[in-house]
């Protein structure tokens, strides 16, 4: 008896120390900015195949919420830029989207909300002080709904903040500190979620970095070593994130919050849209930073490794390309939750697709053989379709760059086919430079794919009950097997 009740608890301490081991766990971002989303059921359960824990939101999305519920899924859920002038001026404002987008699907929906990501980004330069004014009250005014809703203690208020708050002068990250043009309001803003034990979310993105400077170097964006390392006094950093992270580090020390906890709000690497963007070096950026933050050794200011959202979960062909071509791209799955590149997420722990999509037809919209690709009128339709469709994938260095006039009018006229869910007349668009085939257009080894989209038919419900027990099984076993290599490895210590 006391053997089994001492055993019991022994397995808990080792249980409980995997926790802290591996199970940091892993978070990613959910946009829903598609033509032709999932099923929110469906990302749910993608999610928790793959061991996702963590899940942030960029707005209460009813769908994606009720899908949350119960699902075992931490949520970060955000309050859209646009949203933070009203709730900033007006207290009721506050406290109704906090009893309709917190309290409502906490308790009713048993939704597992733990943050309330207060504006996103809303220092950006480019935003030329748009929400500098609004971003704090609106802070102050849902923390103070959360109390009064008594759940200050269970979910805490943060804003995600662009790492452009901070910088360094000389470049070493020992110099860092705010922006000076809101050095201030940072320190106020890090001194309120400090006082309310809530974590300073950052966004970090060294592909961002590579874009924007021809020169950088491009190793230092990775996490298996470089010519160019930075060296500042003692510490060599080897990689763009430490160095960034540590900048925060010591921007956060120089105004006495050294030691708030940090959250990195979004994280990752997109694989087309441009040269830089493809499926190698987001293998390589995700794959190296996941297991940089699984060696559970932080960085050289920090050694207890933050929790991480990567961005993004799945692409998303209706966000703005205003930021570039790749916006679209940075999913760590494709629209549809196919994988993109193989990637080991825990402890040799492959990626699992998506299950239960539903597609259209495999057919597709191409060119036709007999259209004369020197028509004058082509590049006008090539032009509408890539209007109303996406074909960030069509330019130079992306997945369907160098293609000859026939196959950027193919790519183009499928995409708006595909994206109008094949209706009858809309391949017929393109009159007589348009057939519909049911021949994969893709030529063997081309990274370019022809996509045929999901099946979004309101009448049919695209649920799959019952793909979640094997998988469970599968943990287990797998988690059970840990436990007993642990119990081995501490009888031999
Ligand atoms: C809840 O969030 C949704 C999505 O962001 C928003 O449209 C809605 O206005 C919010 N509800 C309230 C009462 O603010
Ligand atoms: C993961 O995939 C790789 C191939 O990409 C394979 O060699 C490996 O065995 C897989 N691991 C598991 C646990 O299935
Ligand atoms: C194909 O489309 C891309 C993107 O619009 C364009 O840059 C490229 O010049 C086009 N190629 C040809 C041969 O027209
Ligand atoms: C395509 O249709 C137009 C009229 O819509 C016609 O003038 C043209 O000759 C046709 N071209 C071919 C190759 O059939």
């Avoid at 007006?90 to 917190?102: F, K, L, P, Q």
């Avoid at 087309?272 to 190698?280: E, I, K, P, R, Y």
């Avoid at 996941?290 to 959202?309: A, C, E, L, M, W």
């Avoid at 998988?471 to 797998?478: H, T, Y």
């Amino acid at each position: 008896m006391s053997f089994r009740y001492s055993f019991t608890v022994f397995l808990f301490f080792i249980l409980g120390g995997c926790e802290q081991l591996l199970v940091n766990g892993l978070g990613c971002n959910w946009g829903i900015q598609a033509t032709h989303p999932l099923s929110p059921d469906i990302v749910v359960q993608l999610m928790k195949e793959n061991g996702i824990d963590k899940v942030k939101l960029f707005e209460a999305d009813p769908r994606a919420m009720q899908a949350l519920g119960r699902s075992g899924i931490q949520v970060m859920v955000g309050i859209p830029n646009d949203m933070l002038a009203g709730i900033a001026s007006s207290v009721r404002a506050a406290e109704e989207w906090v009893s309709r987008n917190v309290s409502y699907f906490l308790s009713t929906r048993g939704v597992d909300i733990r943050y309330v990501a207060v504006g996103n980004e809303p220092f950006l330069t480019t935003y030329n002080n748009r929400f500098t004014q609004t971003t704090f009250p609106a802070l102050q005014n849902i923390q103070a709904a959360l109390i009064k809703a008594g759940l200050g203690r269970d979910v805490k208020a943060t804003v995600p903040l662009n790492a452009d708050v901070y910088q360094s002068d000389t470049g070493v990250p020992s110099a860092g500190n705010f922006r000076s043009d809101i050095h201030d309001l940072m320190v106020s803003i890090v001194k309120f979620l400090n006082d309310n034990g809530a974590p300073l979310t950052i966004n970090i993105y060294p592909f961002l970095s590579l874009y924007a400077d021809p020169h950088f170097p491009v190793d230092f964006a990775f996490f298996d070593g470089t010519a160019s390392p930075v060296v500042d006094g003692s510490t060599t950093y080897n990689n763009v994130f430490d160095a960034n992270y540590d900048t925060l580090i010591s921007a956060l020390e120089k105004n006495g919050y050294g030691s708030i906890p940090i959250i990195i709000g979004e994280v990752g690497w997109p694989t087309d849209g441009d040269t830089n963007a493809n499926t190698q070096l987001a293998r390589r950026f995700n794959q190296g930073l996941i297991n940089h933050i699984n060696q559970g050794t932080g960085t050289p200011k920090r050694p207890t490794p933050p929790d991480v959202y990567l961005f993004s979960l799945i692409d998303e062909d209706a966000k703005s390309i205003e930021p570039g071509n790749f916006e679209r791209h940075w999913g760590v799955f494709y629209f549809d939750g196919t994988i993109k590149y193989p990637l080991s997420l825990e402890h040799g722990r492959n990626l699992t697709a998506a299950k239960g999509v539903r597609y259209l037809q495999r057919q597709w919209c191409v060119m036709s053989p007999d259209a004369n690709v020197m028509d004058p009128n082509l590049p006008e339709r090539i032009n509408f379709a890539c209007t109303y469709a996406d074909c960030t994938s069509l330019g130079y260095g992306s997945s369907c760059g160098g293609m000859d006039v026939r196959g950027n009018a193919s790519y183009a006229f499928n995409m708006y086919y595909q994206t109008m869910n094949q209706r009858r007349g809309s391949c017929e668009e393109f009159g007589n430079f348009s057939i519909i085939t049911r021949i994969d257009p893709r030529v063997q080894g081309s990274s370019c794919r022809y996509e045929v989209m999901i099946d979004n038919g309101r009448h049919e419900r695209v649920r799959n009950p019952g793909t979640n027990s094997g998988g469970n099984i599968l943990c287990s076993i797998v988690s059970w097997g840990f436990v007993l290599v642990l119990i081995v490895c501490c009888y031999l210590i």
